[in-house]
């Protein structure tokens, strides 16, 4: 069964910073373009930032050269550290593989910031 659990979020000032983490309990984890998307209160889910098996990296423009995407692939791990956070980044974040079909959405983390 795949499991997607993410941790990390709270509530922090802007400006400051926090490091999301995300287990995947999923097989052949290392073989995903993983990615971190973030569901803000009456938005639709959006693409954050995304990973490719060989390390490269994409960002959203809203989160270039303040967010970073990395991997642990013998952990089955994902990570986003967040920098320089606006209140704007206030979300619901999640983590999943980008390609169809998605793994089942986890429950995220809450990322509150506050001006």
């Known amino acids: 069964q795949v499991e997607l659990v993410e941790s990390g979020g709270g509530l922090v000032h802007a400006g400051g910073s926090l490091r999301l983490s995300c287990a995947a309990s999923?097989?052949?984890?290392?073989?995903?373009?993983m990615g971190w998307y973030r569901q803000a209160p009456g938005k639709q889910r959006e693409l954050v930032a995304s990973?490719?098996?060989?390390?490269?990296?994409n960002y959203a423009d809203f989160v270039k050269g303040r967010f970073t995407i990395s991997r642990d692939n013998p952990k089955n791990t994902l990570y986003l550290q967040m920098n320089s956070l606006k209140p704007e980044d206030t979300a619901v974040y999640y983590c999943?593989?980008?390609?169809?079909?998605?793994?089942?959405w986890g429950q995220g983390t809450q990322v509150t910031v506050s001006s």
């Open positions: 999943n593989r980008l390609s169809a079909p998605t793994y089942t």
């Open positions: 990973i490719t098996v060989t390390e490269s990296t």
């Open positions: 999923v097989a052949n984890f290392w073989i995903n373009t």
